[in-house]
């Protein structure tokens, strides 16, 4: 797959191994995962935190190995619920802390065609979302509805 914003080819990071099942050597059963994922974020984490306080500190590689579904649909099936898809949630994160900078950096020319990148990834992730019934259908990017979301 290319760059998003480039011409060019691009190179993708790390790869995971292969795998159909969880390795013999995970200390926590399918049951234990899932308590633990829900735990977590009834504390607050995100899905990734969550996903990496897993790797790191219980030893599980992988959650969707070991209980076939994804951090998120283990949430979803235990009724908590997310404001905003986590990806979506960090771009505009993103767009707020860039409007900052170059409210104090007005000629930061480089900087301004940065937020206009991000903000048109935002617009795609928001088409994709809604299409797939994730947003709702009259929901619509804003700078000010941004900063209002994410302080």
Same mark, same amino acid.
Not at 103 to 113: C, E, V, Y
């Given at each position: 797959?290319?760059?998003?914003?480039?011409?060019?080819?691009?190179?993708?990071?790390?790869?995971?191994?292969?795998?159909?099942?969880?390795?013999?050597?995970?200390?926590?059963?399918?049951?234990?995962?899932?308590?633990?994922?829900?735990?977590?974020?009834?504390?607050?984490?995100?899905?990734?935190?969550?996903?990496?306080?897993?790797?790191?500190?219980?030893?599980?590689?992988?959650?969707?190995?070991?209980?076939?579904?994804?951090?998120?649909?283990?949430?979803?099936?235990?009724?908590?619920?997310?404001?905003?898809?986590?990806?979506? /949630? %960090?771009?505009? $994160? =993103?767009?707020?802390?860039?409007? *900052?900078?170059? +409210?104090?950096? #007005? &000629? !930061?020319?480089?900087?301004?065609?940065?937020?206009?990148?991000? /903000? %048109?990834?935002? $617009? =795609?992730?928001?088409?994709?979302? *809604?299409?797939? +019934?994730?947003? #709702? &259908? !009259?929901?619509?990017?804003?700078?000010?509805?941004?900063?209002?979301?994410?302080?």
């Amino acid at each position: 797959m290319s760059r998003l914003h480039t011409g060019k080819k691009g190179r993708h990071g790390s790869h995971r191994p292969a795998r159909k099942e969880a390795p013999k050597w995970v200390p926590l059963s399918q049951k234990e995962v899932e308590e633990t994922v829900v735990k977590l974020s009834k504390e607050g984490k995100s899905a990734s935190m969550i996903g990496m306080i897993l790797r790191d500190q219980y030893g599980i590689p992988d959650v969707k190995l070991v209980t076939g579904k994804s951090i998120v649909k283990i949430l979803t099936e235990n009724g908590i619920k997310f404001r905003l898809p986590e990806d979506l /949630e %960090s771009l505009m $994160k =993103r767009t707020v802390q860039l409007s *900052k900078h170059l +409210g104090s950096n #007005p &000629k !930061d020319l480089h900087n301004k065609r940065g937020l206009a990148l991000i /903000e %048109s990834n935002i $617009k =795609r992730l928001a088409n994709y979302y *809604k299409k797939e +019934g994730i947003l #709702p &259908k !009259d929901w619509a990017y804003s700078l000010d509805a941004a900063k209002l979301l994410v302080e």
